[in-house]
Structures are given as structure tokens and as C-alpha cells.
């Protein structure tokens, strides 16, 4: 399983970003794909997911109506598009998968959200 993040870096506050995560190694259609960040010095943080097949997304709630999550199992990409971002979105980002017991997560793509 690999998954590889793309897209991040610096932005100013209300600006837009879009992340990549290119997926390989799995079926990448028969699988839930979900963004996490995590904030220097803070924990893991669930931002957005989506179903295997696209249909259903969900959001946290502080990123719910700024952040967009889609894929295209065609291309075995996922995408989070991020629109008037704060301060406070400044974090790591991984996109994640769980196959089995196992939480597959990449290496990530900084966002710094700064003016």
C-alpha cells in the first residue's frame, strides 16, 4: 500500500488549496479514504472522508462548507479541496486508508495557512 500526498504549502488566510493523494498497492475502489492533519505539538485531527464509491462525504466541523473531498477511483486519487482557510488549518496533512487492521497512512503535505 502506498499513498502519496501532493499540493501542499503556503497560503494566506482565505486563500485556497488543493491536496492530491495518489493511491497504489490496494483496490483502490473497494475502499473508505479519509484526510487527517495534525498541528505542530497537537494530536491527530479527522478532517473529511469519503465512500469507496464517492456517494457519501463527511467533514469535521471546522472545515465543514470550506473543504471539499472527492476521488476518482479511475485515476486512484483523492482530493481535498481547501477554500478560505484560517490560521488554524495550518497543520500536516495525510490521507489514510484501513485495510484490514491496518492503518495505511502517507507521508504527508504541509499546509501553512500565514500572512
Known amino acids: 500500500v502506498q499513498l502519496v500526498e501532493s499540493g501542499g504549502g503556503w497560503v494566506q488566510p482565505g486563500g485556497s488549496l488543493r491536496l492530491s493523494c495518489a493511491a497504489s498497492?490496494?483496490?483502490?475502489?473497494?475502499?473508505?479514504m479519509r484526510w487527517v492533519r495534525q498541528a505542530a505539538g497537537k494530536g491527530l485531527e479527522w478532517v473529511s472522508g469519503?465512500?469507496?464509491?464517492?456517494?457519501?462525504?463527511y467533514y469535521a466541523d471546522p472545515v465543514k462548507g470550506r473543504f471539499s473531498i472527492s476521488r476518482d477511483n479511475a485515476k486512484n486519487t483523492v482530493w481535498l479541496q481547501m477554500n478560505s482557510l484560517k490560521s488554524e488549518d495550518t497543520a500536516l496533512y495525510y490521507c489514510?486508508?484501513?485495510?484490514?487492521?491496518?492503518?495505511?497512512r502517507g507521508q504527508g503535505t504541509q499546509v501553512t495557512v500565514s500572512s
Open positions: 498497492g490496494f483496490i483502490f475502489s473497494n475502499y473508505y
Open positions: 489514510e486508508t484501513v485495510i484490514g487492521n491496518i492503518n495505511n
Open positions: 469519503i465512500a469507496a464509491d464517492g456517494s457519501k462525504t
